[in-house]
């Protein structure tokens, strides 16, 4: 569905050179649901709008819904739909009127523009607000009808950029229901942008890390943690060294042991059952499964939830 | 590698090109004021209070010879369609400045529309009342004993739309320019307007006015089409006025076409 060699991307600010995208090389398969993860300024953004024509890259190719972008932009447009990190909606324009002017500017009659607005109110949650102006909606409507938008052509690929920044956790929730749910119906490739660690892995398959403009993972999240980096097992035991000992790994930290490990959860139970074995008292068993930011650590040597907090 | 693409059958899909997407935009934009009918109310008081508060000025102070033999009102009522005209197309891009701001330009831009329609459309928007002030201004003039010619009023409105086209696409692409900036359109737009209005010899008569004055008018393309639509109002459709006028106002559409769309195709990034 979508495929780039060696995309690149540099813009000049104050005669300075900025390479905002370096060298991505990606392939999306039908059907994939794809989240771009990576700090502020990572270049998730620039290539998101690469692929979807609104940016002409620097060099490189990329073919998007089986079209190049830059040889057949207007073919690509035609067969994406793209959810930006503004409001589709004009502000002052009625929320059923830019449903069909939408379905218009893709060359929908006006009744089959009107049916499918009103499928799409339907199934995302914007019955009855047809004669509302856009800026009278909340924000979780507002974001729902950005989505009703950029699905209102049936578009086989849906990019979304930043779809859940500045949503309460509940709107968030919901907007994610409904993107499960069109997935399911539909079948529809899925490409996002995110800096939120959570949503990336709770909701995605697939997740490509993107820093300073370059891919730097990309694998399903388990893959990913499996890889980069290390849950940690912490044991509050009587005597440490001993226990070291008795296991053959961690180390000492006070009165506790610490142990790095990959798989933690499964390896734990039967951990424990050595020791108690052994007849050695355990107090407390705190398990840390890595996470994504661990990953992101690993990989960068910073962490992305600091960064996403100083954006 | 090559990938294979299902194409959906769209059974109620009609091809989309220039004149269907300039439609659609034009409709986008003026639902906004049917919407909304008091924008519209207003904007057709505007010629009204001209003809009420400037025009006895004007004939006050000018001679029928300072007019080129014309009645006052007869000279002074097409500069105000004109300027009607001046004032809507060249703020196309200040509406434009919130929809960059708020995310809705981008979307319109990641759909397969025409580009050339997005200029032309929004300009036809401001275009659209200005033929039913035309209409109230030919009517209200009527009591003052000055008529003019339904279809020279057609011709002028004609010619006035393709200049007003480019100028909103100039303005289209002076929003673009100013992205972030409010402040700087407004700027540029007053700094502009107003002496291409002046030197049009619109509002008063350049004829008074010294040497150089005269001189710079007759390189300002409004100057032609102000003239064209003097004669084209009162039904001199032979008059080579007109024909100067529309050439200068092809001009001006082709050359605001051109500014525009480089506009539009370099805005993305």
């Known amino acids: 569905m979508i495929l780039t060699e060696d995309l690149r991307r540099t813009f000049r600010r104050r005669g300075a050179v900025v390479e905002a995208v370096r060298?991505?090389?990606l392939r999306v398969e039908r059907g994939e649901l794809v989240a771009?993860?990576?700090?502020?300024?990572?270049?998730?953004?620039?290539?998101?709008?690469?692929?979807?024509?609104?940016l002409a890259p620097t060099s490189g190719s990329a073919r998007v819904a089986g079209v190049d972008v830059v040889a057949d932009p207007t073919g690509v447009r035609r067969r994406i739909g793209y959810v930006g990190q503004g409001n589709a909606g004009g502000h002052n324009h009625r929320v059923l009127d830019e449903l069909v002017t939408q379905g218009a500017l893709y060359g929908q009659t006006r009744a089959a523009a009107r049916r499918r607005a009103g499928e799409l109110m339907e199934t995302l949650d914007l019955r009855g607000l047809e004669r509302r102006t856009v800026s009278s909606l909340s924000g979780g409507q507002r974001r729902r009808m950005d989505v009703a938008i950029g699905l209102m052509h049936h578009p086989e690929l849906l990019f979304l950029d930043e779809p859940t920044t500045g949503m309460d956790p509940q709107a968030r929730a919901n907007l994610w229901e409904h993107i499960t749910a069109l997935r399911a119906a539909t079948d529809t490739t899925v490409v996002l942008t995110t800096h939120y660690l959570e949503e990336a892995d709770a909701m995605a398959e697939r997740i490509v890390v993107v820093d300073h403009g370059e891919v730097i993972a990309d694998a399903g999240s388990d893959d990913l943690r499996a890889r980069h980096a290390e849950d940690r097992i912490v044991l509050e035991v009587e005597?440490?060294?001993?226990?070291v000992a008795l296991l053959g790994e961690g180390s000492v930290a006070g009165a506790r042991v610490e142990l790095r490990l990959a798989d933690a959860a499964r390896r734990m139970p039967g951990m424990l059952a050595r020791l108690d074995r052994a007849g050695v008292a355990v107090h407390a068993a705190h398990l840390h499964e890595a996470s994504l930011d661990d990953v992101f650590l690993a990989l960068t040597g910073r962490s992305l939830r600091e960064e996403g907090a100083a954006a | 590698m090559s990938v294979t693409v299902a194409v959906r059958p769209e059974t109620d899909t009609v091809p989309t090109g220039f004149v269907r997407d300039t439609v659609t935009i034009f409709l986008r934009e003026f639902q906004l004021v049917l919407r909304d009918p008091f924008s519209l109310i207003f904007s057709l008081l505007q010629p009204l209070v001209f003809l009420g508060l400037f025009a006895p000025l004007l004939a006050g102070s000018l001679s029928a010879d300072q007019l080129g033999g014309e009645s006052p009102l007869t000279w002074f009522l097409p500069g105000v369609v004109v300027m009607i005209a001046l004032f809507g197309t060249g703020s196309t891009g200040a509406n434009l400045l919130y929809e960059l701001m708020t995310g809705s330009y981008e979307r319109v831009l990641a759909t397969p529309v025409s580009r050339p329609a997005i200029l032309v459309g929004r300009a036809l928007k401001e275009l659209a009342p200005l033929v039913v002030q035309a209409v109230i201004i030919t009517l209200a003039a009527l009591p003052f004993g000055v008529t003019f010619s339904p279809a020279g009023v057609a011709v002028g409105l004609a010619i006035l739309g393709v200049f007003g086209v480019g100028l909103g696409a100039l303005s289209y692409a002076l929003g673009l320019a100013s992205r972030n900036r409010?402040?700087?359109f407004w700027g540029v737009q007053q700094t502009l307007i107003f002496p291409l209005l002046i030197l049009s010899g619109m509002m008063l008569p350049l004829e008074s006015g010294p040497a150089w004055m005269q001189a710079a008018a007759t390189v300002n393309p409004l100057t032609y089409v102000v003239n064209a639509e003097r004669a084209a109002f009162t039904g001199a459709l032979t008059d080579p006025a007109i024909l100067h006028g529309a050439i200068a106002a092809a001009l001006t559409c082709a050359l605001g076409l051109i500014v525009g769309v480089r506009a539009v195709l370099r805005s993305a990034g």
């Open chain 1, 23 to 25: 060298g991505i090389s």
């Open chain 1, 36 to 54: 771009v993860l990576g700090p502020n300024g990572a270049g998730k953004s620039t290539l998101l709008r690469m692929l979807t024509t609104l």
């Open chain 1, 239 to 243: 005597r440490p060294a001993e226990v």
């Open chain 2, 182 to 184: 409010e402040w700087l």
